[in-house]
């Protein structure tokens, strides 16, 4: 099973600042590799598919990058709606893994 | 308008059964792979299972084999997922998704206690 790792587990940041996340795959995914957003009570949102595609109807502030076993999403400016928690899932092969997240909470 | 509408989630014993169901309107059914997805309260997410289109490949998570079933209806633009021997620890919202596309319904909430 391919374990992946996201870092920092929290990040504190305030409106307008950019936002850097990790996800490192014990193993190399590929490009296999798609970001979500979840918030309380909602469904999660996909955000980037396939390490750097953002998703239909995403804003452009979001971007991801990478290949292999080091990827990265970036916020470019934090929105307020943009405070939340953040998964890497890859689907390179089966099982199909998210990383333990990312939350981005308001400083 | 894409919509997934899950089901059947509730209340259960250990040990007993509920049968989740998945309505799906709005795209063409049998053209993807469908799955489902759990969140347990205060954790992270678990990919449980994936489809094919025509039900001839089935994947589920280790945590659950042996005792989750998933299964589909093309006709009724259904999904479902028969889970049997139930654990607290399955204790989770359960999200029907149209694979790795991003559409996802909005959850039913299936709770194992005694």
């Known amino acids: 099973e391919i374990v992946l790792t996201q870092s920092p587990a929290t990040l504190s940041l305030s409106p307008g600042e950019r936002a850097t996340l990790s996800c490192r795959a014990s193993q190399s995914i590929g490009s296999y590799l798609d970001w979500y957003q979840l918030k309380p009570g909602q469904a999660p949102r996909l955000l980037i598919s396939t390490a750097s595609n953002r998703a239909t109807g995403i804003p452009a502030r979001f971007s991801g990058s990478g290949s292999g076993t080091d990827f990265t999403l970036t916020i470019s400016s934090l929105e307020p709606e943009d405070f939340a928690v953040y998964y890497c899932q890859h689907r390179s092969n089966w099982p199909w893994t998210f990383g333990q997240g990312t939350k981005v909470e308001i400083k | 308008e894409v919509q997934l509408v899950e089901s059947g989630g509730g209340l259960v014993q250990p040990g007993g059964s509920l049968r989740l169901s998945c309505a799906v309107s709005?795209?063409?059914?049998?053209?993807?792979?469908m799955s489902w997805v759990r969140q347990a309260p205060g954790k992270g997410l678990e990919w449980v299972a994936n489809?094919?289109?025509?039900?001839?490949?089935?994947y589920s998570v280790d945590s659950v084999k042996g005792r989750f079933t998933v299964s589909r209806d093309n006709a009724k633009n259904s999904l479902y997922l028969q889970m049997n021997s139930l654990r607290v620890e399955d204790t989770a919202v359960y999200y029907c998704?149209?694979?790795?596309?991003?559409?996802w319904g909005k959850g039913t909430t299936v709770t194992v206690s005694s």
């Open positions: 489809i094919k289109q025509d039900g001839s490949e089935i």
């Open positions: 709005g795209f063409s059914f049998s053209s993807y792979w």
């Open positions: 998704a149209r694979g790795s596309t991003g559409v």
